[in-house]
């Protein structure tokens, strides 16, 4: 009974945000039994003295201050989610809550506790935006690329080393399905012929708008994310001058997690070059994760050059869940 009367009675005082907000129709290899999973980022501040210990299973979507109807909370069985976190007494701290929710459409989270089963206190924020997918409305990516040319012109060597990183922010519109996508591209280039260089930066800034439903830009040309109709070992897909293909599965290790990726061959033709690449992408968020440039050989201008690089992804708000 003292046990009880300690959890019953601790004090609690929390303050909410969801951060982001999306669904997703899997996680890794796992279906939602109803239909969506619902993914949510959600800052909870300790505003006492003590410590804090905050479960992910703490949380029940609302509508109207109500719990949807149907819904359970996705355990992580077999994945790397944190279900629990602590919280020192006056700090803040994120937590990865999914519930497994259907086209349902709650307008507000609930945190309640200490315990789930006899809470003595509950406090509920807003979910101001639900996206249809990734990525979603605040969302942010950060890559790191590489790409090393050389060749011959004139019977003089040259070669071109090219360090890029891209970062892309993501904004509503106001169709739901549509989301506008900034993207920053810093480059340092050397260049050097016949032992002489040249060191250039540039920076490029362009912006764009996916249609959620597709994962494609309005124009019908690909986006950094996987196409929403590419979703097993074999399918294929053409937009423009560019073919993607899944060729199959890989684990790739980034930013502390050990992502199940689909393996995509991208092939890529401008002004008569062909250039192939293989882009790794997580299965669940369908965000580019690792790109891989093999040396190869590319026709450009009526000459043969040598292409090899590589990318991957560096940081991102973007809720990452691996493998156990």
């Known amino acids: 009974m003292a046990t009880f009367s300690f959890f019953a009675f601790a004090k609690v005082d929390t303050t909410l945000n969801v951060n982001s907000a999306f669904y997703t129709d899997n996680i890794i290899d796992k279906k939602p039994m109803n239909g969506q999973y619902l993914m949510m980022n959600i800052s909870v501040k300790n505003n006492g003295k ?11 979507p609302l509508m109207d201050g109500k719990p949807v109807e149907k819904y359970s909370v996705f355990t ?17 701290k994120d937590i990865l809550v999914i519930f497994d929710i259907g086209d349902q459409k709650p307008n507000s989270v609930e945190y309640h ?7 003595t206190y509950k406090n509920s924020t807003p979910i101001n935006t639900i996206t249809p997918g990734v990525p979603f409305d605040g969302m942010n990516l950060k890559l790191s690329i590489n790409l090393d040319m050389g060749g011959e012109v004139a019977g003089l060597s040259f070669n071109v080393k090219s ?23 810093t480059s340092t280039s050397t260049s050097t012929i016949s032992g002489q260089s040249d060191t250039q930066n540039v920076t490029e800034v362009n912006t764009g708008i996916i249609d959620l439903r597709t994962g494609l830009y309005e124009n019908g040309t690909f986006s950094a994310m996987l196409p929403k109709n590419l979703t097993k070992n074999g399918d294929t ?19 502390g997690h050990k992502i199940d990726c689909w393996k995509v061959e991208g092939t890529s033709e401008a002004q008569g070059a062909k250039l192939k690449a293989v882009i790794y992408y997580d299965k669940s968020t369908r965000i580019p994760i690792k790109m891989v440039i093999d040396k190869q050989d590319v026709e450009m ?24």
């Open 163 to 185: 360090n890029v990183t891209t970062t892309e922010t993501f904004e509503k519109t106001n169709d739901s399905n549509l989301i506008k996508e900034t993207s920053t591209d």
């Open 237 to 255: 897909m053409t937009a423009e001058n560019s073919t993607y293909t899944i060729v199959g599965s890989e684990t790739i290790d980034i930013l």
């Open 113 to 119: 506790g200490p315990i789930a089963w006899a809470p």
């Open 76 to 92: 992580g069985d077999g994945t790397d989610l944190q279900r629990q976190i602590q919280i020192p007494g006056g700090q803040s």
């Open 50 to 60: 003590d410590a804090l210990t905050v479960s992910n299973d703490q949380f029940t």
């Open 301 to 324: 201008s009526g000459l043969t050059v040598q292409i090899q690089g590589g990318g991957e992804l560096i940081s991102t708000n973007v809720p990452l869940i691996g493998i156990a």
